[in-house]
Nanobody, 126 residues
Framework: QIQLVESGGGLVQPGGSLRLSCAAS????????IVWFRQVPGKEREGIIC????????YYADSVKGRFTASRDNAENTVYLQMNSLKPDDTAVYYC???????????????????WGKGTVVTVSP
């Protein structure tokens, strides 16, 4: 059974850092693209980083460029989202999603993914 479980969310002050994890089970991460999304209630879901085993993290949304990075530990079957210089606007539910592919594509970043985690809440507030 394919499963994605996010963890690492919480409350952090502006300017702080958090690292989210996306633990995958039931499939081998090597063959899958992972996209990190975030969503604020009442707003559209935003794809923020796309990462593949073939070309690393090949897409960063402008809103997170220079502050967020994604990394993959294929041995642990886990993808990480390192978030630095956090702002209140980064407050959202963060999701990871997977689809079998060796390359990121625009449709994936728009949400066309096969498997989704349930999300982890990040709150950035003084």
């Amino acid at each position: 059974q394919i499963q994605l479980v996010e963890s690492g969310g919480g409350l952090v002050q502006p300017g702080g850092s958090l690292r989210l994890s996306c633990a995958a089970s039931g499939f081998t991460l090597d063959d899958y693209v992972i996209v990190w999304f975030r969503q604020v209630p009442g707003k559209e879901r935003e794809g923020i980083i796309c990462t593949s085993s073939t070309d690393g993290s090949s897409y960063y949304a402008d809103s997170v460029k220079g502050r967020f990075t994604a990394s993959r530990d294929n041995a642990e079957n886990t993808v990480y989202l390192q978030m630095n210089s956090l702002k209140p606007d980064d407050t959202a539910v963060y999701y990871c999603a997977a689809t079998r592919s060796w390359y990121c594509q625009a449709t994936m970043i728009r949400g066309d993914m096969d498997y989704w985690g349930k999300g982890t809440v990040v709150t950035v507030s003084p």
